[in-house]
């Protein structure tokens, strides 16, 4: 399978068969743990850290002083 070598996580590691989970804002696949995710609290919707960090920093940008 061509994916189990795939780079998508930032941590730079291959999918190489752990679980992961896809970013709904810029699809980028993260290992659960990475993530810190436990399989069993898998949320419906997941945004990484970086675009959680980036809408953080949007959010502070658009306030009017």
């Known amino acids: 399978d061509d ?16 679980p992961m989970i896809e970013c709904n804002q810029c699809n ?7 993530a810190k995710i436990r399989k069993s609290k898998v949320p419906d919707v997941f945004l990484c850290e970086r675009c959680r ?9 658009k306030k009017v002083p």
Do not use: E, M
Request: glycine share 10%; with cysteine; charged share 20%.
């Open 3 to 18: 994916s189990w070598g795939l780079v998508t996580c930032y941590c730079q590691k291959p999918f190489a068969g752990r």
């Open 28 to 34: 980028t696949w993260i290992h659960l743990s990475c």
């Open 53 to 61: 960090d980036g809408k953080k920093s949007n959010a502070s940008r």
